[in-house]
C-alpha cells in the first residue's frame, strides 16, 4: 500500500485546511486509516482515525469538536477538515494504514504503511 498525503500549507489561528490522503496498491485488505502528526522536539502523536468497514471515526481530545476526518471509498482516499486551527496545531502530518482491528489505534507501531507527511504551520 501507498499513501500519499497533500495539503499543508501556512494559514493564520482560527483558519482552515483540508488534508487529503490517496492509497493505492492493496488497500482492499485495510482496516483503518489514520492521521498522525509530530511536531518539532515531540513524539508522533494520534490524531483522528477512521475505520474502511463500517466508517467508525475516533478523534484526539485536542480536536475534537474542530476536527472531521472522513473517506472516499471509490477514491481510496481519506480527507482530514481541520477548522479553527490554533498555533498548537503546527506539525507535519501524516496518514497511516492498518490491517489491524484491536482497540489500541492511537500507537504508530500498529500501522503497517505512512505516507510523506504534509507540513501544516499555523501562526499566531
Known amino acids: 500500500v501507498q499513501l500519499q498525503a497533500s495539503g499543508g500549507g501556512l494559514v493564520q489561528a482560527g483558519g482552515s485546511l483540508r488534508l487529503s490522503c490517496a492509497a493505492s496498491?492493496?488497500?482492499?485488505?485495510?482496516?483503518?486509516m489514520t492521521w498522525f502528526r509530530q511536531a518539532p522536539g515531540k513524539e508522533r502523536e494520534f490524531v483522528a482515525a477512521?475505520?474502511?468497514?463500517?466508517?467508525?471515526?475516533y478523534y484526539a481530545d485536542s480536536v475534537e469538536g474542530r476536527f472531521t476526518i472522513s473517506r472516499d471509498s471509490a477514491k481510496n482516499s481519506v480527507y482530514l477538515q481541520m477548522n479553527s486551527l490554533k498555533p498548537e496545531d503546527t506539525a507535519v502530518y501524516y496518514c497511516?494504514?492498518?490491517?489491524?482491528?484491536?482497540?489500541?489505534?492511537?500507537?504508530?507501531?500498529?500501522?503497517?504503511?505512512w505516507g510523506q507527511g504534509t507540513l501544516v504551520t499555523v501562526s499566531s
Open positions: 477512521i475505520s474502511w468497514s463500517d466508517n467508525s471515526k
Open positions: 497511516a494504514a492498518t490491517y489491524y482491528a484491536g482497540s489500541s489505534y492511537t500507537r504508530p507501531p500498529q500501522y503497517d504503511y
Open positions: 496498491g492493496r488497500t482492499f485488505s485495510v482496516y483503518r
